[in-house]
């Protein structure tokens, strides 16, 4: 037993090691996504809203209103308010990448203003906490960074379940004990009680970083996003618009569903900042583990690698 717990350890290290960067950096910048409209209207300069109970322009009204405000630029991706009072965005681009986001009224499909996304710090963050900068390659990276943060969630429950012997001791913090002894605590206590976010989320951003880009939109054609989560295609050229995505469909919830999950849009404010939290456990996770490792006694090579044991290790009391 205490061999097997040796290696689960040294494999719960070498995860930390090897992708905790990458893992910090995928988290760190999920966290401040989450807050990521309210954060663009603060970079643009304001929310902008329209008259409340106005709807109703047609649809290539809208994409014609945008597209005479930059007549260089191609529409690709047009999202319908989802909540009274706010605009239509429609978002055109060059073929380079560079992106704009138009803001129309709803009502009369008159142009509120343009964003260009680049001059967003929050667009640039998006672009690290999906593909690191990679294109399809680095959404590859982040789905295995997802994987991994499951495998250290999974080793690191197996190096906690000692601790359901006494179950006081495994959420016990130690105050006033050397570092080494509060970090393990602190470590201890932190990645189990984050564990039933880490890994949903984990494993939800996998599988939409895997999804993300599987099919790709027919040249002249605009996906259309709905209020109620529908996604259409609008064909510029006839006007034919074809559903993609119904979240009445039992299989196209279910994905509706893990993009809910992973970005906490499912219990308002609060759920949000419960994102944000989360998103920042594993910094606290990585100074704890780092101080644990740095803090170690010497390991004599004759001997097998250990873990303090949850009844006698070190620092515990009786």
Do not use: C, N
Request: net charge positive; proline share 8%.
């Amino acid at each position: 037993m205490r061999k097997g717990r040796a290696t689960v350890l040294r494999l719960h290290l070498a995860v930390a090691l090897l992708a905790g960067a990458g893992l910090l950096l995928v988290s760190v910048s999920g966290a401040a996504l989450v807050f990521r409209p309210e954060l663009d209207d603060v970079v643009f300069g304001g929310p902008v809203r329209v008259a409340r109970g106005g709807v109703g322009a047609p649809l290539p009204a809208l994409l014609d209103a945008g597209q005479a405000a930059h007549p260089d630029l191609t529409p690709v991706a047009l999202t319908l308010p989802g909540q009274d009072g706010q605009p239509a965005r429609l978002r055109l681009e060059r073929p380079a990448g560079e992106a704009v986001e138009v803001l129309l009224d709803p009502a009369s499909a008159r142009v509120l203003g343009s964003r260009w996304l680049e001059r967003s710090p929050l667009h640039a963050l998006r672009a690290l906490h999906t593909e690191l900068y990679l294109g399809g390659r680095g959404r590859l990276v982040v789905a295995g960074f997802g994987l991994l943060l499951v495998l250290q969630g999974v080793t690191g429950f197996f190096l906690w379940w000692p601790f359901t012997r006494r179950l006081s001791r495994g959420f016990t913090i130690r105050r006033g004990r050397r570092w080494r002894v509060l970090g393990y605590d602190l470590h201890k206590v932190i990645g189990i009680v984050s564990l039933a976010f880490h890994v949903p989320v984990a494993l939800t951003g996998a599988l939409l970083a895997l999804s993300a880009g599987a099919v790709p939109a027919p040249s002249g054609s605009v996906e259309v996003r709905e209020r109620d989560g529908s996604v259409a295609r609008l064909d510029r050229g006839s006007g034919v618009v074809t559903l993609v995505r119904d979240p009445r469909r039992p299989t196209e919830r279910g994905w509706a569903l893990i993009a809910e999950l992973h970005e906490g849009r499912f219990g308002g404010l609060p759920s949000r900042w419960l994102y944000v939290a989360g998103g920042l456990t594993p910094v606290a996770l990585a100074l704890t583990g780092l101080g644990i490792w740095l803090g170690r006694p010497p390991v004599r090579s004759d001997l097998p690698l250990t873990l303090p044991s949850p009844q006698r290790g070190e620092g515990e009391d009786g």
